[in-house]
């Protein structure tokens, strides 16, 4: 599954980056359809990018990617029971740190783009709370193609994504399991602390895929 997640995670800002206007006021599959072959050639001419340069591709997601993510939704639905026992102070901090921490995990996986395409399913209905589920398959050069859904709501007017579903594994839900053991020893304050230290942990360092 892990292994999964880092490879889909690579076309992820492929689907999400805006790139015009008019693609933010669209459908949600016109919308991951649309800035898939625009992102795609970034990333094929981006020289820095394919040289590992993390502090670049943090920079292009908190830009391109971060806009299209509703990350008080997925910190809530990740931290589940735990996020009604947590302060205002304390659901601010875990948006920051379960925040950072993703687009972390991104900035890895797009440094490590190796010519994955993605095609599309046909959309699914809008369900009767307003959600919508766009289908992916990214295919990978010679392995098997995985199948990657993306759950989408309205925030402000605007689509946003607040769970990936990698062959039917919820993103939200894998990361609610690890939560759970960390709120149990503490409660949030212990969930912080933990994400806090994986944050530092994986922090780009000077010289290492980045400019100082």
Known sequence: ?????RTCLVCMPLMLAPVALHAQESSPDALVKGVTEDVLTVLREDKAL???????????IEEKIGPHFDFPR?????????????????????????????VRTYANALTSYKNQTVSYKPAAPAREDGAAMVRTQ???PGGQPIAVDYRLAKNAGQWKVFDVSIDNVSLVTNYRGSFAAELSKGGPD????????????AA?????????
Do not use: C, H
């Not at 599954?1 to 997640?5: F, G, S």
């Not at 394919?50 to 292009?60: H, S, V």
């Open 1 to 5: 599954m892990l292994r999964q997640l």
């Open 50 to 60: 394919q040289a590992g340069d993390q502090r670049k591709a943090m920079t292009l």
């Open 74 to 102: 997925m910190t809530s639905l990740a931290v589940g029971q735990g996020w009604r026992q947590a302060a205002p102070q304390q659901r601010e901090a875990l948006t920051r740190e379960f925040r950072t921490l993703l």
């Open 138 to 140: 990214i295919n990978q």
């Open 190 to 201: 212990a969930l912080i602390r933990t994400l806090q230290e994986k944050n530092r942990g």
């Open 204 to 212: 780009p360092q000077p010289g290492k895929g980045g400019s100082a």
